[in-house]
């Protein structure tokens, strides 16, 4: 199983703890406010303000939130200006590591996000530095059970997949981003239910991790990235076997 779906797992589960849900509406608005900013409030125009409803809808944050983060994206209400800040850098391993944030204040995120790095046995590094590592694709996960593979694969092909892969766990699903709306449209005609629906940086090549100890350090770090409320997503190129994530989660 890629590095990335492992995180993409993990954070599904942590999205849909009710102790998180606080954190994770915060997040989601700036995404909306950022989106209704740079294309306008017309989600029907505006790809990437749909995209982010969807995931606001996902979270079950309220109509009247998500309407109030698209008025303050467009101006019609006050609200603080965010900035989009992309942070590379290294975990234990030399586990590459991408850090998409929303800032609106890059002084005091980057201090933040080295510091992050540093605690945890990373570094944070120049720009460019693991940026070329990652591709950018639609994922979609779909649950192993109860979905035939075969009928699967023939629906994700022919709106566009170009992989499917079964983790144990989940069928991972890629996509050019480009056709990541169709390909969740043709899912969701079909009624299969996805568990992950993101464009996501994946990684191109993965660096196994077999040490307990050292995948344990790189969890905490990607979860203090998580946690932190500047932070929209992490990416990471590790490869943890399954035992080692279920012992440790």
């Known amino acids: 199983m890629s590095g990335h779906s492992?995180?993409?797992?993990?954070?599904?589960?942590?999205?849909?703890?009710?102790?998180?849900?606080?954190?994770?509406?915060?997040?989601?608005?700036?995404?909306?406010?950022?989106?209704?900013?740079?294309?306008?409030g017309d989600p029907s125009a505006n790809l990437a303000l749909r995209y982010a409803i969807d995931k606001a809808k996902a979270a079950n944050m309220p109509k009247d939130t998500i309407e109030k983060a698209i008025k303050k994206g467009t101006g019609g209400l006050e609200g603080v200006s965010f900035e989009e800040v992309l942070y590379e850098g290294y975990g234990p391993s030399g586990v590459a590591i991408m850090v998409e944030a929303l800032t609106d204040n890059r002084n005091r995120t980057g201090p933040e996000i080295k510091k992050i790095f540093e605690?945890?046995?990373?570094?944070?590094?120049?720009?460019?530095?693991?940026?070329?590592?990652?591709?950018?694709?639609?994922?979609?996960?779909?649950?192993?059970?109860?979905?035939?593979?075969?009928?699967?694969?023939?629906?994700?092909?022919?709106?566009?997949a170009d992989n499917m892969e079964n983790t144990g766990d989940v069928f991972e699903l890629t996509c050019d981003p480009a056709a990541f709306e169709e390909l969740k449209k043709a899912l969701e005609a079909e009624e299969i239910p996805t568990e992950v629906a993101e464009i996501a940086m994946v990684p191109q090549t993965t660096i196994p991790v077999n040490d307990e100890p050292t995948a344990k350090r790189i969890l905490a770090l990607m979860?203090?990235?998580?946690?932190?409320?500047?932070?929209?997503?992490?990416?990471?190129n590790f490869d943890i076997p399954d035992e080692i994530i279920s012992r440790l989660s």
Do not use: P
């Open 223 to 236: 979860e203090a990235f998580e946690d932190h409320d500047d932070i929209q997503n992490a990416y990471a």
């Open 6 to 40: 492992h995180w993409a797992g993990i954070k599904h589960k942590k999205a849909a703890n009710d102790a998180k849900r606080g954190k994770v509406w915060s997040k989601i608005a700036r995404m909306i406010i950022v989106a209704a900013k740079n294309g306008g």
């Open 119 to 160: 605690k945890r046995g990373g570094s944070l590094g120049t720009s460019g530095c693991v940026n070329w590592m990652f591709s950018q694709k639609g994922l979609i996960t779909v649950n192993t059970a109860g979905v035939d593979e075969e009928q699967l694969l023939e629906i994700a092909l022919d709106a566009g």
